[in-house]
Structure formats: C-alpha cells, structure tokens
C-alpha cells in the first residue's frame, strides 16, 4: 500500500534550521506532487509548499518565502523541506501529501498524507 514517511522534526531555537523529509512507497513518485502542509497549535492546516510532479511548478506559502526550500529526488523517491530562519510562528506539526499528476498544492487534491512530524521552534 501507498506510505508517506516524514522525518526530520524536533526542537529548534528561533533562527535555527530543520530539514524535513518525506519517503514515499507503493506509488510512481515521478507521477506526483508533492506538497508540505502544516497545522499549528489550535489551528487549522494550512499550505506551506510545493512541487509539481514535473518539478517545474513550485509554491511557497508568502510567510515561509526566502526561508523555506522545497526540493524532490525522484530517485530516492523522496520530497524535502529546508528550513530556514525558523521562527515560534513556524511551530506545528508537518504533513507531507502526494497529488497524482498534480501541484500538490491544493489539500483537497492530495491524494495520500503522512502521518505528520512535530516542527517546535522555541523563542
């Protein structure tokens, strides 16, 4: 069946840097998009990035640009998620999601999630 991993999560001070993965299985990675989505304490999910199944259409979320990368290596059939300049706003848990030739930008097109790694960035 179709898995999405995360791993990358933990305790980080404000400024500090975390990279998040996310490994997929059962499905053709290349096939997807690929999008990191976020939920932060009481809150709802919200987007945060991502990469079209191409590669050729990547979206960030306008608070996490400059700061946060997106990247993908279809051989590893994995998505990342370099971030940067963290800060306690960052502070949620992150789910990564595969769109089936799509932008994996939109949540409701996602068709499989993670199970989500918790981000806490301390001030």
């Known amino acids: 069946q179709v898995q999405l991993v995360e791993s990358g999560g933990g305790l980080v001070q404000a400024g500090g840097s975390l990279t998040l993965s996310c490994t997929a299985s059962?499905?053709?990675?290349?096939?997807?998009?690929l999008g990191w989505f976020r939920q932060p304490p009481g809150k709802e999910r919200e987007f945060v990035a991502s990469i079209g199944w191409s590669g050729a259409r990547i979206y960030y979320e306008d608070s996490v640009k400059g700061r946060f990368t997106i990247s993908r290596d279809n051989a590893k059939t994995t998505v990342y998620l370099q971030m940067n300049s963290l800060k306690p706003e960052d502070t949620a848990v992150y789910y990564c999601a595969a769109d089936r030739y799509g932008r994996g930008r939109d949540a409701q097109e996602c068709d499989y999630w993670g199970q989500g790694t918790q981000v806490t960035v301390s001030s």
């Open positions: 059962g499905l053709t990675f290349r096939n997807y998009g």
